[in-house]
């Protein structure tokens, strides 16, 4: 039976975290205190030093010999149920791999750091602190990746579906990516290379639209001025002056661009600056605005003999034939003013046909109509092949884990307690009061960080009701309940079953919502679960806590 005075400890550990991030959400809304700017210093601060610094110090303080085996195994396997049992049913009812990784994070990846430690410590003791710890470390290395694994092979399979349509994706043997690229969340525009060789084997290179030189960007030909937009991350572009003629000759192919072949679908228009404020990057409900941009039409590339079909370079719609049809010929886009100056063809020109600028990031939210050719076969969709798809994800999962502090820490935290507890030796007292100093903070400005992001939101519950009702139940049912399943399979009992069910009634982590918003793929659901999850996980965790004590 709980007592007064575990219910007043219980209060004693929450009540400030809480009183911190009241104190932010009214410093922003009620108070004008911070600006959006100052607030993403703040977010930036929190990300980079203290939650990480808040990691290394909880991790480097935990023995890693003494790890509560079965606890693990339970957590492992709770969250091994929910990938299974969603897997199955993204494959035999189509529900999809957008919903697979939007409700396993809402299922199975609390906010174990910032809420869980305080709250099992002083519900169940100070020895919970070691169980969450161990459950940090696996999020922060097994998790976490592989949730970004996940959002990752997405964006390649976006990549491949709209700049590689039908059957050409089948001959791709090799992605190259530039050093400059981080991520295929769409955040940074990027465009496409092909080249095919004589057998017919495409070898694809990613690029950054900003990492090409000034001579070959597409926007240096056509008078496209880049500005900022609200819409979907993407650049979008001002056309303001047609492309004159420009010819390629390569051997017996003629290749030429003209007002009667490219058809840009241009009319006259003044750029001007868009309504973007800093206030949209904190907005998960962007207000889309008139835009001054002028979809590219119709390409069409002639050869000696057929017609060959490509995409626009911007508009993405997708035309008869795919990929190159003649070996030897990379596909980029020049700038076919810089080659015909004056009206005469600088010698040795290449040019352009198959470079394209590419934002995966909303792709289904902004779909783009497809121009059918009746005469045109359809075919399905074929992708590359496994192992050229598993460089491409794991490239770019290494590259955005390397820019990531907390990877860091939980590595460097893991690695010192293997050596502190395994030959006794204790931190030096100049390193260990330094990072004390940051690390006591951690807690606090987290969930000041917290209360600042709410107060920037619109609204609390950004995805509507009914969704919101789903992801609550989700979060703080259906997760305590497979989690109680599993610590019961494994042969969990007492107060470790009871911390084992408390610890997956958390709120939302935040980490999940960060990716969410990254990749673009339901970022309303995430963030209505980090803000209306922390609300009303007190009371609910205080239930289960009563509950569980009767």
Not at 341 to 358: F, N
Not at 455 to 471: E, S
Request: a positive charge; one cysteine or more.
């Amino acid at each position: 039976m709980i007592s007064a005075d575990d219910f007043y400890k219980v209060m004693c550990a929450m009540v400030p975290l809480y009183f911190a991030m009241l104190v932010a959400y009214g410093s922003v809304k009620w108070c004008k205190i911070f600006s959006p700017e100052q607030c993403s210093g703040i977010n930036r601060f929190v990300a980079v030093f203290a939650v990480p610094v808040l990691s290394f110090h909880f991790i480097s303080q935990n023995n890693p010999y003494e790890m509560d085996t079965k606890f693990i195994l339970a957590d492992t396997l709770s969250k091994v149920l929910v990938l299974v049992l969603l897997s199955v049913w993204a494959i035999l009812f189509k529900g999809g791999l957008d919903w697979l990784i939007t409700l396993f994070s809402l299922a199975t990846l609390p906010n174990t750091l910032v809420m869980g430690i305080p709250l099992l410590q002083a519900m169940y003791g100070d020895f919970t602190q070691s169980l969450m710890v161990q459950l940090v470390v696996l999020q922060c290395i097994i998790w976490y990746t592989l949730l970004l694994f996940l959002f990752e092979y997405r964006a390649a399979t976006l990549l491949v579906k709209n700049q590689f349509p039908g059957s050409t994706a089948a001959s791709i043997t090799k992605f190259e990516i530039d050093g400059d690229v981080i991520s295929l969340d769409g955040r940074d525009p990027l465009r496409t290379e092909s080249e095919v060789d004589g057998n017919g084997r495409i070898r694809v290179r990613i690029r950054r639209s900003t990492s090409s030189a000034p001579d070959s960007a597409l926007s240096s030909s056509m008078g496209i001025t880049p500005r900022a937009s609200n819409l979907s991350g993407a650049e979008i572009f001002s056309v303001n002056t047609p492309a004159p003629l420009h010819e390629y000759h390569n051997g017996n192919v003629d290749i030429a661009f003209g007002n009667g072949d490219l058809a840009f679908g241009y009319r006259s228009a003044s750029p001007r600056l868009s309504g973007y404020a800093s206030s949209d990057a904190y907005s998960l409900q962007p207000t889309p605005r008139a835009s001054n941009f002028n979809e590219l039409d119709t390409t069409t590339v002639t050869t000696s003999n057929t017609p060959f079909w490509v995409r626009s370079p911007v508009a993405g719609k997708v035309y008869r034939q795919h990929s190159p049809a003649f070996p030897g010929v990379k596909m980029v886009w020049e700038s076919p003013g810089k080659c015909n100056g004056g009206g005469g063809e600088r010698p040795g020109c290449k040019d352009v046909v198959g470079e394209r600028e590419i934002s995966f990031r909303d792709s289904s939210k902004f779909p783009v109509a497809e121009e059918e050719d009746p005469k045109a076969t359809v075919t399905g969709q074929e992708m590359p092949r496994s192992h050229v798809m598993l460089r491409l994800i794991l490239i770019m999962v290494g590259r955005k884990l390397s820019r990531n502090p907390n990877t860091y820490s939980s590595a460097l935290g893991l690695l010192w307690s293997l050596i502190s507890f395994k030959w006794n030796v204790g931190m030096p007292s100049l390193v260990k009061y330094s990072i004390k100093i940051i690390s006591d903070a951690g807690l606090g400005m987290a969930m000041f960080s917290l209360g600042l992001f709410m107060a920037l939101q619109p609204r609390i519950i950004a995805c509507g009701t009914k969704k919101a009702t789903m992801g609550m139940g989700i979060r703080f049912i259906c997760g305590p309940v497979l989690m109680s399943a599993a610590s019961i399979a494994v042969g969990l009992r007492g107060v470790r079953l009871h911390a084992a069910i408390v610890q997956a009634a958390l709120p939302q982590g935040i980490v999940p919502f960060v990716f969410a918003r990254e990749y673009g793929l339901h970022p309303d659901i995430l963030s209505t679960g980090v803000i209306f999850g922390m609300l009303v996980s007190l009371p609910v965790t205080l239930l289960y806590y009563i509950l569980l004590g009767l």
